[in-house]
């Protein structure tokens, strides 16, 4: 054997390093379609998978559509994780089809359309974030003076993921729910309704009041109302289940 051969422990310590590791029991290996998904999904940033605790890798999609009455706005987003931007389809948008783009921890979002009035314009983008192995985990949302740029309002909200010892479960999902709060929904839903009270809209530097935040089109407002009629609806039916059980047993 020359010595440049790697020895058999040695093959075998690299068959190890590069072997994937089984999936986590707690995570069922699941596909999805985006075009399905968003095709139905009742707001932006719709995580495609049910899965958003501690290490979860979360895909979530898009679906932005130009038209006469359309008109997104812009903000900020700024997260404690990673997100990585992939576009699966658009036409008259400033991110190209198949575009691929890491995000800076804070990053100005809008409907990357150029024109928002185009009824052709459109696209199809998924935002992945990695969620926190550890710690907590806090994110942002920041609006800006359109007229003299000066931060009009920060919303910062934890979004620490299940089950780390700073999740609120208050906040996101009692122990038992079928579906917990998705955090940057529940914090971009805030967001939405602090930026359109007088407080939200009017501008301390230059005093501009600005337009009112659409966020009827972002839909984080339903997504979260939603979520609670799901949570609201499964315990529903385990009261009349049990409510029936209990009848049983008495006649």
């Not at 948008?93 to 150029?114: D, K, P």
Request: hydrophobic share 35%; net charge negative.
């Amino acid at each position: 054997m020359s010595q440049s051969s790697p020895s058999i422990i040695e093959s075998e310590k690299l068959k190890e390093t590069r072997r994937i590791p089984s999936p986590d029991p707690d995570r069922e290996p699941l596909k999805a379609n985006v075009y399905e998904q968003m095709a139905k999904a009742a707001a932006q940033l719709t995580p495609l998978f049910p899965y958003d605790e501690a290490g979860a890798i979360v895909p979530c999609g898009s679906v932005i559509m130009g038209g006469p009455d359309k008109a997104y706005g812009h903000f900020f987003h700024w997260n404690a994780v990673n997100e990585v931007i992939v576009n699966y389809g658009s036409n008259e948008s400033m991110l190209a089809s198949g575009q691929i783009m890491a995000a800076q921890n804070l990053h100005g979002v809008n409907s990357f359309l150029r024109n928002e009035k185009n009824p052709e314009a459109f696209a199809v983008i998924v935002v992945t974030q990695h969620q926190s192995d550890e710690g907590d985990q806090g994110e942002a949302m920041i609006a800006r003076c359109t007229n003299c740029k000066a931060e009009l309002l920060r919303h910062d909200y934890d979004s620490t993921p299940f089950p780390l010892p700073g999740y609120d479960a208050e906040r996101h999902g009692r122990p038992g729910v079928p579906v917990r709060q998705f955090a940057t929904a529940l914090g971009s839903a805030e967001f939405s309704v602090l930026r359109n009270t007088d407080e939200g809209r009017t501008c301390d530097a230059c005093g501009h009041v600005n337009d009112l935040f659409p966020g009827e089109l972002w839909g984080w407002r339903r997504e979260v109302a939603q979520t609670r009629a799901v949570n609201s609806s499964h315990q529903a039916l385990r009261d009349a289940a049990a409510t029936s059980t209990d009848q049983e047993k008495q006649s």
